[in-house]
């Protein structure tokens, strides 16, 4: 997944932003809690501000962005209603509905109608 990742004046201690390349959410998920988008578009991936201590890796961030694409893809298929509080890359429990989106998805080279 693309993503532009953008560092403050005051990183490490807080987190660079992580604006999503492909897909480019739509302007009306901006502050949409299910969307988890920021209403500047970058990702919402820390629940709360104390959740980055300034000595965390940007590898965790990109992780839950990648985690953040797949869930996004599962809520524009209509798979889920809103992407998890957790994050999918730590919560197993929703793997499950990566299959059930592929089962609903067009045989590869089809457009759905």
């Not at 390349?21 to 104390?50: K, N």
């Amino acid at each position: 997944m693309p993503v532009n990742v953008e560092y403050g004046h005051v990183y490490p201690m807080m987190p660079p932003a992580i604006y999503p390349l492909d897909p480019v959410p739509e302007p009306v998920e901006y502050t949409q809690a299910r969307f988890h988008v920021m209403g500047d578009g970058s990702l919402c991936l820390l629940q709360d501000a104390a959740t980055w201590t300034g000595r965390d890796s940007i590898v965790d961030l990109l992780l839950k962005a990648a985690g953040w694409r797949v869930e996004y893809a599962l809520l524009k298929a209509g798979v889920v209603e809103a992407l998890t509080e957790n994050g999918i890359v730590t919560d197993a429990s929703q793997d499950h509905l990566v299959e059930e989106a592929l089962a609903q998805a067009p045989p590869s080279g089809e457009e759905q109608v």
